[in-house]
């Protein structure tokens, strides 16, 4: 062999372990890059639809919060739930919701809710559904683009709320003082007893 090939042989080795280190980085830097599995695009849609018929009532469409129920988005639920595990936030849900429970609500669809939550607070989707198992930091997976409106995410305090009705209730009793302090059970105005 020629002195000009047995440097090129001497020399492949060591090309070969230069191209794996480089193939070897390059599928490390794409699974940081991707971090890891967070909830399909199919479960945020069929989310959407379950927390309007749901949800929405007492969080708000925009998932803003109302008076009855706090807000799903935004630096407020980002405070309590950013550094807090996915999987734990499905199990609050799940756990918790609704107030009083027995509407039907299976697993899967608590799953769907919750991704909807998630997507709608900028958390990137993945190719793999979220999960009870899922514990990713909710806070470590938004991304820039996420699927927060800022517009929708805090309620608008300007103007005037609640119905206003004009002219005079014929029907209208006042409320005893007794009944604001010690209500009748069966007679809550609003159905979570507050």
Not at 109 to 117: G, H, L, R
Not at 129 to 151: H, K, N, R, T, W
Not at 168 to 180: A, G, K
């Amino acid at each position: 062999m020629s002195s000009r090939n047995e440097h090129t042989a001497r020399g492949l080795p060591a090309l070969l372990a230069l191209v794996v280190l480089q193939v070897i980085a390059a599928v490390a830097a794409n699974a940081q890059e991707t971090g890891p599995d967070t909830y399909t695009r199919s479960q945020a849609s069929a989310g959407s639809a379950l927390y309007e018929q749901q949800c929405a009532s007492c969080h708000g469409r925009a998932l803003n919060g109302t008076t009855t129920a706090p807000a799903l988005s935004g630096d407020g639920f980002l405070g309590r739930w950013g550094e807090r595990g996915a999987g734990t936030l499905l199990q609050e849900i799940r756990e918790t919701m609704p107030p009083g429970g027995g509407t039907g609500i299976d697993p899967e669809q608590y799953a769907e809710v919750t991704a909807y939550v998630l997507q709608r607070n900028g958390v990137r989707m993945s190719d793999s559904p979220l999960s009870a198992d899922s514990e990713f930091l909710i806070a470590g997976q938004i991304v820039e683009d996420g699927g927060l409106f800022p517009e929708e995410a805090s309620p608008d305090n300007t103007g005037a709320a609640g119905l206003t009705v004009s002219g005079q209730i014929s029907s209208f009793e006042p409320i005893p003082d007794r009944d604001l302090v010690t209500p009748p059970e069966e007679d809550w105005l609003m159905y979570r007893g507050n």
